[in-house]
């Protein structure tokens, strides 16, 4: 039997997603698919929208590739980052292959 992170199958395993150095902020992933965000000893939980991950997404990739040098990503923003690569690949292989 599978040993999952969470209590649904197919979620993320909870961590951090990244830490911005700049401003002081953690966001941490939580096991609810919650989304906790701390800065300046403020912690806050919060339910992220489709818009908001996609912009974590870009984010974590943007630290990654060190586009952002005042981030450092946690293994889950490692993952979303690796993901968002995989995505924009298949992407552009897919334009160019209807472009051919």
Known sequence: MQDFATGKPGNPRPGVIFERYTSGEVIVLNP???VTITKDTVSTTVIPSYDTWL???V???DA???FLPGVKLGAVGIRMAENYEAEI???RAMRSFYAA
């Open 32 to 34: 609810d698919l919650t």
């Open 55 to 57: 912009e974590w997404q």
């Open 59 to 61: 984010d974590a990739f």
């Open 64 to 66: 990654l590739v060190n």
């Open 89 to 91: 690949a298949a992407c």
